[in-house]
C-alpha cells in the first residue's frame, strides 16, 4: 500500500516540476492562461484515448488501433457536419464502438494475441480513412456553426474537451473501483485463468475493455476534427504510442493486474508538458520530446521490472 502511495506522489511531484521550473526559467510565456489551456486542451485527445488504454493494459493487453480510429472517426465527423451535428457526433462514436468490438472479437474468440490483432486492424482501419478521402483532408461544413464549440468553446472559462476528459475520467475510476466489471480487469490482468474459475466472465470483460477504447479514441477524433475544423486521414499517427507510454509513466503495470486511471492522468500530463517545454525551446527539434518521453518509459518499464522482481 505504501509503495503504491509513494508511485502516485512520484508521478505527481515530477508533474509539479515540470511546471515550476519552466514557469521560473519562460516566465509568462509559459505559464499563461492561453498556453496552459493550449496544453490541457491538447493532453485532453491524448487523455481520452489513455483512459481506455488503461482498461486494455489492466487485462494484459494492448490496442495499437486507436491512433487509425481516430483518424477514421475525425474524417467522417467532417464528412457528416454536412447532414447533421449531432449525426457528426454521435456516428463517428458508433463507428468507433464497432472497431472496439472487431478488436474485441478477434482477440477473445479468435484468441489472437492483441499486438498483432489490433496492429491488423490499425492498418485496417488507416487503410479506410485514406480510400475514403483519397488522402485529403475533409473541411468540416460551414452548415455546422456549433460543431466548432466541441474542440474549441469553453464553459465558464475552461475548454470543453477539458471538461469532457475530465468527466470521462471520473466516469471510468468509478468503473473501475467500483464496479464487478471494473474489478474483474484486475483480476484478468493478475491471473486469467484464477478469474475464470471465480466465475469472472473472462471473454466478455476483456472485449468491453476494448470496445471502451474504441468509443474514447473515436471521442477524441471528433473533438480532435472540432478543434482543427477539419478531418485529416493522417491525424492520430503515433498516438497510441503516446497512450501506452502515459499509462507507463503514470504507474500501471504493462503487465496488467496493477494500476488505474487516476494514475494515468499525470502520466498524461507529463508528456504533454514534455511536448510543451521543447516547443518553448524554439530550437529544439521536435523529435526531441520522443527520445525524451521514450526515455522516460524505458526507466518506468524498468524499476516495474525490478519492482516485481523483489516482490517475487
Known sequence: MLKSKFKISGTWIATFVLVLVPS????????????????????????LISIGMTCVILTAGIDLSVGATVALT?????????????????????????????????ITKLKIVPFIATLAVQMAVRGIAYIITDMKSV??????????ILGRGYFYGIPIPVIILA????????????????????????????AKMMG??????????????????????????????AGQPVSGSGWEMDAVAAVAIGGTLLSGGVGGVEKTLP??????????????????????????????????IILQRKTQAKEA
Open 24 to 47: 521560473i526559467v519562460y516566465g509568462d510565456k509559459f505559464f499563461n492562461t492561453t498556453n496552459i489551456f493550449n496544453v490541457l486542451r491538447q493532453m485532453s485527445m491524448i487523455g
Open 74 to 106: 475525425a474524417v467522417i465527423s467532417a464528412m457528416l457536419t454536412e447532414q447533421s451535428v449531432l449525426l457528426a457526433i454521435l456516428v463517428p462514436i458508433a463507428i468507433g464502438i464497432f472497431i472496439g468490438m472487431v478488436n474485441g472479437f478477434v
Open 139 to 148: 473541411s468540416v461544413s460551414e452548415n455546422a456553426p456549433g460543431f466548432p
Open 167 to 194: 468527466l470521462m475520467l471520473l466516469i471510468m475510476w468509478f468503473v473501475c473501483k467500483r464496479t464487478s466489471f471494473g474489478r474483474s480487469l484486475y483480476a484478468i490482468g493478475g491471473n486469467e485463468d484464477a
Open 200 to 229: 469472472i466472465k473472462v471473454e466478455r470483460n476483456k472485449a468491453l475493455a476494448y470496445i471502451l477504447t474504441g468509443a474514447l479514441s473515436a471521442l477524441a477524433g471528433v473533438i480532435l476534427c472540432s478543434r482543427l475544423g
Open 267 to 300: 502520466g498524461v500530463l507529463i508528456t504533454a508538458l514534455i511536448g510543451n517545454i521543447i516547443n518553448l525551446q524554439g530550437n529544439l527539434n521536435t523529435y526531441v520530446q520522443q527520445i525524451v518521453t521514450g526515455a522516460i518509459v524505458l526507466v518506468v
